[in-house]
């Protein structure tokens, strides 16, 4: 299984998959839809951890600085996911359907998702869950009629950029949060289907 080419893992009807991995991966890994038992403070306190290297280098993310209202806001433009190792929540990543009242024309097509929010605990980066919690929101985005996925991250933070391409997005264009953030941010999208090119 390839990032840019996702195995489309089983997803059951109430949006959980258990996803089986060997190596360097995490062993049981699940992902299943956010719940009213999640703590948003425990939610806020990971993502500010894992966005706290991009702070470290200057980069105002949202995630590095949001609040816990900000983090309830942002669950609540879409569908949000966590990934839980063991029975702990070690990521999560928000799921967004069209946005007709995007700034970002990109954001407001009919068959464009797109997905925000997405964090994974220090301690378990570099082991499969951010590709587990990338594909859950592929297969159920596709479920719900997506043909494409669409993100938008810090133009100097080409290591991530490098690292969507190689999960098939291309960049196609521009947007600018300032002054929540710092910087202007790189629109990036694919083709869910077949992950080719679609700008
Ligand atoms: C982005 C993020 C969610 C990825 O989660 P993860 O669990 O570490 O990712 P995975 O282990 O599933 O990575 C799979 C592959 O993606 C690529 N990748 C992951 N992190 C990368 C990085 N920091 N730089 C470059 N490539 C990376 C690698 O090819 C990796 O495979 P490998 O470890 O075998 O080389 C995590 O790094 C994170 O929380 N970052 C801080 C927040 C952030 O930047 N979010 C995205 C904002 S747009």
Redesign the pocket.
Known sequence: MT?GQPSHPPVSPDGTDQIGRSA??VSHLSVRPLSADDGLLALTSL?HS?????AERGLR?W?THQSVEDTAERFSTGQGFV?EVDGEVV?T?TLRPPQPESPVALYRLADVWSF???????A???????????EHALVYASSLGAKRMA????TP?T??I???K??GYEACGHCDWRPHTNYVSTLMVRDIAAGGSVC
């Open positions: 990032a360097n991966s993502v894992a966005y706290a290297p991009h993310f995630g990934a990521g990543i925000c929010q997405f964090a994974v605990a220090p378990q980066k570099r082991r499969g869950v951010g590709v587990a919690l990338h993100l938008d991250t810090a933070a290591g991530f490098r690292m969507y190689s999960w």
